[in-house]
């Protein structure tokens, strides 16, 4: 059996739609929301099965991987995120690169060298990383009305992958990606995908708005803290509202939080755009909690948590 396993958010997306482009390949879909990293739970692996992993901490997902190594599986594993001791085996090839400045869509746009970039800046905006897209988009001399619709396609992509289930999106992300895998060029997808990226960006631009009404429980010289109500538009918007305030304050540390029907948190967390540190430290702390070290959360924070989880982020950023 072949599977492609991926994160539900751009990056995951654009990466699979890279590397389906230069490697055409039917693989049973395994994907989710954005925070369902765990993937490999989902799958009863066996010998001589092909797995590409692209976008999902190794590190969450170690034990299923050393399992299936064992069992005979091949893996072909890309990633950005916090990846612990790397497995050395034989049926194991790694792209890992947690640098602040690039994401899984960049590392396999490198390994490619380049033959699908427009799907590589797409899902580089989409992760916050303006910089690097902006970088490797001013190598290809793309227009800037180009660039823009590549800035809100990843923005909305990455959007539709927030919330606490499937029923929260706007599109289930295995659904999403194979409308998009379908083209070459992620313009072409928005020049023949009106009704989609209509209800992508019609969804972005309400829930962006009701957030922006939003007061900081917590304001300080270095951090602010908000939380949202227990809403679906609250947890489908918490990722890039985050951003949008990373990119509004970019000396400041962000924390956006939102009920969740277990009645605790889901926390995101954004370093200073101007100092991409110590997110995935402070949130690996916390048993559900990983990512980057410019962007990265918490599954589950309980209720009575959160001033010390408050004083902790405070702390972290004060130095």
Not at 103 to 125: D, E, K, V, Y
Not at 133 to 146: D, G, K, N, R, Y
Request: hydrophobic fraction near 40%; charge should be negative.
């Amino acid at each position: 059996m072949y599977y492609d396993i991926f994160n539900g958010d751009a990056d995951g997306i654009c990466a699979l739609i890279q590397l389906r482009l230069a490697q055409p390949l039917e693989a049973t879909l395994i994907t989710g929301i954005k925070r369902d990293i765990q993937l490999l739970k989902k799958i009863n692996v066996q010998a001589g099965d092909q797995l590409t992993v692209l976008d999902i901490s190794m590190q969450k997902n170690i034990e299923q991987l050393k399992s299936s190594l064992e069992n005979g599986a091949t893996f072909f594993y890309a990633d950005h995120h916090q990846a612990g001791d790397i497995p050395l085996h034989a049926n194991l090839t790694t792209l890992i690169d947690t640098s602040s400045d690039t994401c899984t869509s960049l590392i396999i746009n490198q390994h490619l060298q380049g033959q699908f970039p427009l799907w590589a800046i797409t899902a580089a905006f989409g992760d916050n990383l303006h910089a690097s897209a902006e970088h490797l988009a001013a190598s290809m001399q793309i227009s800037t009305e180009t660039l823009d619709q590549l800035k809100n396609l990843g923005t909305y992509v990455n959007y539709n992958g927030y919330g606490s289930c499937l029923a929260d999106l706007h599109f289930a992300p295995n659904k999403l990606y194979l409308e998009m895998a379908a083209y070459t060029s992620p313009i072409d997808f928005i020049a023949n995908n009106q009704l989609i990226y209509q209800q992508l960006e019609n969804g972005y631009l309400e829930d962006m708005h009701l957030a922006d009404q939003v007061q900081a429980e917590y304001s300080g010289e270095n951090c602010a803290v908000f939380i949202l109500p227990d809403q679906a538009w609250a947890r489908r918007v918490s990722g890039v509202f985050s951003n949008a305030l990373a990119n509004q304050y970019p000396d400041r540390a962000h924390s956006v939080l939102t009920f969740t029907p277990d009645n605790d948190y889901q926390v995101s967390v954004r370093s200073p755009l101007n100092n991409k540190t110590k997110a995935d430290e402070l949130c690996a702390s916390y048993p559900t909690g990983g990512g980057r070290s410019a962007a990265a959360g918490i599954n589950h924070l309980a209720t009575e948590n959160l001033n010390l989880f408050i004083e902790k982020f405070a702390k972290t950023y004060a130095e």
